[in-house]
């Protein structure tokens, strides 16, 4: 049966789209109306004729049928920039499971009023060594941000000032104040015409190798022949990725057309946005959190406008509308946060390969460590492989030493620093060269509990371990819920209440025991609570203010650290114990990516990778580097398991306020499913189980597997369940679907 009637927004603000109102699709335009495409609607009570886009169909009304107006026209036009934003809301509702309202608002732009951003730059007015001197004064006299601004006009003559006022996280009033002092000068829009003096003039381009020239030629080559197709470049850290991005990227504008870049937010560092911005002036513009709605609407809307060829950004600016898109480039393709957590959770991969199809745009994925995903479509010849072995001039891949904690506390060293790490740590401070101290996990990582008992200390809204705080209070990394620790257990009264693991904050307290004379830097979740935070200590690591670097898995994205010739990862195995299937692919992933950060300057590195678990293939895999043999192993493990990629999952998520109904839900839901599917071949359904976090802010959750080879049919059991929970009308709970999950509830 084909569906009878279309949902229509009259007004895509994102503000408006809340309203969607059904129309009939008379006989005649069942084949023209489409989500995507402008109808003529008659609206209100006087009928009046108004345009409207078409978001949704049904089969079925959402009203008694005699109530529902009939579309009137469709309005004969290409699918306008709006229509295509719009059927790819469609797609990501009918992909990943959402309301439509949901979908739009995520590819929509927020609109608010708020006046014209003029577009500034600031122009140093002294010299450089001048300028140099004013720096280190404002050094001298604390004026930190101050001295930020003069430290960048040191080696720029004019920088863009909205990189300036995000990235070096400087107020107004200081700018201000330093124009005030002569130090530089703002400019506004109508000196702002002339772009060739801009900063990309300053640039050293290096030789690009023969590597890079036969990725570029082989990419744009595809896209010229009319098969754009997805590209992965496999390549070691600082083997030169960026350099073929932008390489690709200035003939795709060169062609005229536009380009998306999307880099996770934590790895939009202020170098990196520098490179952009040398390399395409003005033409480029950013998006990123710390932006106000507006000034995001802004960008879209420059981008709409034409006024820009590359937008760089997180997963959301996937969504920018260009008329003309050549290619969507995506950096650290193997990154989680390209997932979304709300619904629609849609995978940033997957909606750009979609996207790129729908416009003829060609994708490139990077990454030193790809996703399962990625790589077993390449070998399947889905994607196209490249592969960067070396890295560029003289810097060389790290020399790493794994090390046996549980033979270290055999031969009793109780310490958390091995000997072989304490020994190359002394060495470094002896040599005045810099060390990073990894661990992944946030706090005081681990659990407290009882060793008399084994009582655990949960939160009691979220039913996760609570973990201990310097200050003697017990805090909870889900909801913020913190108790004091008590003093006995309190389920049979023994003092022996501890913590395991040693947290960011101890492993800094272990270095000022052992190396008092060590100048010390944490950056944890605690320390780094705003981005200003987090940029202030990479920059105070790399002006070399500090040692040693202490942190968790946000220190080893993106920064380059020339003096750091020594990484440590404290404990290597704890990302393997969460209970997930994705555990030894993250753990490979962070400790590959740890060890990318030693030895990038012209020092060789080297890596201590202490475990207690020396012979887990993620670790031996990450210790040699070898991501192919890493691959080999994992993707049996998931051929034998039936996970992604080689097999589809799709996980239903419920919420409950009672326990008891969350379980019936689940429990009718899975029956329907195999019901439905009885003569489905490959099918699994497992659970319904209380999931592993089985309460969050006091919502139980429970959660059901399905697995299959075919994503189509997995989306058509969502569909299925939809339809159901829809007719079942049950109120206290959501239920919530999540495609190839990034982990297990
Ligand atoms: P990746 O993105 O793979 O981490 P980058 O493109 O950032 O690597 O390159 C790492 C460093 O090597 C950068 O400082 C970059 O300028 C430099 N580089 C890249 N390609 C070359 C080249 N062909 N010759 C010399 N230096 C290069
Ligand atoms: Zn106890
Ligand atoms: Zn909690």
Redesign the pocket.
Known sequence: MTKQYADVIIEIAHEKVDRVFQYRIPDELSEAVKPGVQVRVPFGKGNQEKTGYVVDLSKEPDYPPEKIKAVSAVVEKAVSVEGRQIEIAYWLKSNYGSTTIAALKTVLPVKQKQKQLEKKKVLRRLSAAEIAQAACECERKHQRAKARVLTALQTEEELPYELIRQKLHVTAATLQALEKQGYLRIEREAFYRNPVKAVDRSE?R????QT?QRIIGEVLADYRAGQPGVHL?H????????????GIIEEMIAMGKQAIMLIPEIALTYQ?LL?FYKRFGDRVSVINSSLSAGEKYDQIERAKAGEIDVIIGPRSALFTPFQNLGVIVM?EEHEGSYKSETSPKYHARETAVEIAARNGASVVL?S?TPSLEAYYRALQGHYKLYE?KE???V?MLPAVHTVDLRKELREGNRSIFSRKLAALMEERLSKSEQTILFLNRRGYAGFISCRACGHVMKCPHCDVSLSEHNNGTLHCHYCGYQERKPAKCPSCGSPYLMGFKAGTQQVEEAIHKVFPEARVLRMDGDTTRTKESYEKLLSAFADERADILVGTQMIVKGH?FPKVTLVGVLAADLSLNQNDYRAGERTFQLLTQAA?RAG?GERPGEVVIQTYRPDHYSVVYAARQDYKGFYREEIAYRELMGYPPVEHMLAVLILSRVQEEGERLGTEMTELVKKETADVKGLRVIGPAEAAIGKLADVYRHVLYVRHGDYRTLVKIKDTLEHYCKERESKNQTVQFDFDPMNTY
């Open positions: 050293v290096p030789v690009l190798s890079q470049v390549g070691v850290t600082g083997s030169g990725k960026t350099e073929v991005y932008l990196t490179r950096d990077g030193a960067m890295r560029p001039g810097s380059d990318g990038r």
